[in-house]
């Protein structure tokens, strides 16, 4: 471990602007919030912090509740790779009164909770589509809860009395699942933070209500003991943890503090030069350097941040964002060279392209190509005009942009306005603040009214290696489910095929070129616009007081707090 011999006591404190999308594990998606869920809800496996990110087994899933790493040789893979049977570690428990051994049922009832048609998981693609009948319970799920605002006593009949063919607890230590197809990545998506186990408790409470955040249970090394959503989060230490059952954290700290205010990015840095905060929240605050490092991680997937999604769904202004013309206009308007010296400007030390695929370098299915050139990546407004005219719009149109109101967010937003007005589209701009922008986008009913047309969220890779779906699945198969990251609504029959494709493909470099084919159909209804790709890591900046700080492109390149310790206790 870096920076010496551990030291035990302290509460480290996190300053800056953004906010978790969700605390409930089922729902919760963004990798932000991530940070903090890995110190209080655990999964059957999970990921090391390892500081050389050219090592491999940085992105490689270990056990974490499970006992072992599944194998055909231990036979905990079946010869046809369709079944998997793991078994949990004892020793794990709830901090209930009196604590309770975490038990496959546990985890049973926490894939049950992450289908729920309330706020259903954003990566529930990931699982319909590998286990056996996990696609089957979310319809039916849905189809039996009518109501708008139903009870949680309501979820809790309909999972009690439902099973998922393909998950099923054998006895309080063994779970089994069953497998639509073998799947090379099937531990990656166990390691997804929605696959957390969920205590009898949430059978009580909606997910992610004010009640679930009041009644929250941990079985990892801190529990929350505060949580004012968009404003602040308290953690301390679980009594009941023991580092004996649990191989990749540490109870460090006495406690995290997370304060959520507006604030610039200089301001951020300067609170933590001054000794007042420990690391930055969600601002991408850097360590000072004369030169840009160089990143071991920048071998590895890189992330599109930001990307333009188009509202399919919008009736606004004659239905233009459903014109394939008017999409394509707006990809060829874009400067994304403004954009990139925007993010150059706060000097966020990380390697940054414009982008130009859906999937971008060093995920499964990239190749490079670009359907929509222009000079240097700066814009084309004519093309824009001309393609708008040929769209039924030679007047132009007005169109409803949201952003958030964080770090360059509005500036990248004003940017991008201003390069549509020189094409002839006039934009309207909505601010809304980071607690609120995802849940406001992951809601089609908000894209159904109209409520925007565009926007420029980012996209990390949910895990990297064998990663081709981490892209197209979540964002462009079809999915107008509550909590889909499938923000426009785009469907093609054809992109929907070849994803099954590329999922039943046994072999990775079919299934690569599958990823590809997706890529290119998407790319050819201009479903988004790649803006920039960031490498997957960058140097944040740490108070003089931290160590052992290490960067897990696992959570979004954010460092893991389970492992860090403070010079000082005080």
Request: aromatic fraction near 8%; charged fraction near 20%.
């Amino acid at each position: 471990m870096n920076g010496g011999q551990p030291r035990y006591g302290g509460i480290l404190r996190l300053y800056g602007p953004g906010s978790m999308d969700h605390l409930d594990p089922a729902c919760a998606y963004y990798m932000l919030g991530g940070q903090i869920i890995r110190l209080f809800a655990r999964q059957l496996f999970t990921y090391r912090p390892v500081a050389d990110l050219r090592d491999p087994s940085a992105v490689t899933p270990v056990p974490d509740v499970a006992e072992a790493v599944p194998t055909v040789d231990n036979g905990g893979i079946s010869a046809d790779h369709t079944r998997y049977t793991i078994r949990l570690r004892p020793g794990v428990y709830w901090d209930t009164d009196p604590p309770r051994e975490v038990t496959a049922g546990d985890f049973v009832r926490g894939f049950k909770r992450m289908a729920n048609p309330v706020l259903q998981a954003g990566g529930i693609g990931y699982f319909t589509s590998t286990i056996r009948g996990m696609a089957e319970y979310c319809d039916a799920y849905a189809a039996a809860i009518t109501s708008a605002e139903p009870a949680a006593a309501e979820l809790a009949a309909f999972q009690n009395n439902h099973e998922i063919a393909g998950v099923r607890a054998v006895d309080d230590r063994t779970i089994v699942f069953d497998l639509i197809r073998p799947a090379v990545d099937f531990l990656h998506i166990l390691a997804l933070q929605c696959a957390s186990a969920a205590p009898v408790e949430y059978d009580e409470v909606l997910p992610d209500s004010a009640e679930f955040r009041r009644r929250v249970r941990s079985n990892g090394p801190y529990r929350i003991t505060h949580y004012a959503h968009g404003k602040s989060v308290r953690l301390d230490r679980n009594p009941v943890w023991r580092k004996a059952s649990d191989p990749v954290r540490q109870q460090y700290l006495d406690g995290v503090e997370v304060t959520m205010e507006i604030a610039s990015p200089q301001q951020v840095g300067e609170v933590i030069d001054s000794g007042h905060a420990d690391l930055s929240w969600a601002s991408p605050i850097t360590e000072p350097y004369d030169v840009a490092p160089t990143d071991p991680g920048n071998d590895l997937g890189y992330a599109l941040n930001p990307y333009l999604v188009f509202n399919l769904l919008s009736p606004n202004a004659d239905r233009a964002m459903s014109k394939l013309k008017v999409r394509q206009a707006i990809a060829y308007a874009i400067n994304k060279a403004a954009i990139a010296e925007i993010y150059h400007g706060l000097e966020a030390g990380t390697v940054m392209l414009s982008g130009h695929t859906a999937i971008p370098p060093g995920n499964d299915g990239h190749v490079d190509f670009n359907l929509y050139p222009t000079p240097g990546d700066r814009g084309d407004p004519e093309r824009c005009r001309a393609l708008l005219a040929e769209a039924g719009y030679p007047d132009g149109l007005t169109l409803t942009a949201v952003h958030r109101d964080v770090d360059a967010n509005p500036e990248v937003a004003r940017s991008y306005a201003a390069d549509l007005e020189k094409g002839g589209i006039s934009v309207r701009l909505v601010s809304l603040g980071h607690a609120e922008y995802y849940q406001f986008l992951r809601d089609p009913a908000n894209a159904r009214a109209g409520a925007w047309d565009i926007s420029a969220p980012s996209w990390t890779p949910d895990w990297f290696g064998p990663n081709g779906r981490t892209y197209v699945q979540p964002m462009f198969q079809t999915n107008t489910s509550r909590g889909t990251s499938n923000y426009g609504g785009y469907s093609n029959p054809e992109v929907d095929r070849l994803i099954e494709e590329a999922l039943g493909a046994t072999d990775r470099a079919r299934a690569t070129e599958l990823w590809h084919q997706v890529d290119l159909c998407v790319m050819r209804d201009a479903a988004i616009v790649p803006i920039l790709v960031h490498a997957p890591t960058i140097p944040h900046r740490k108070g003089r007081r931290v160590r052992n700080a290490i960067a897990m492109p696992t959570v979004d390149r954010w460092f893991d707090l389970s492992n860090l310790w403070l010079e000082e206790s005080a």
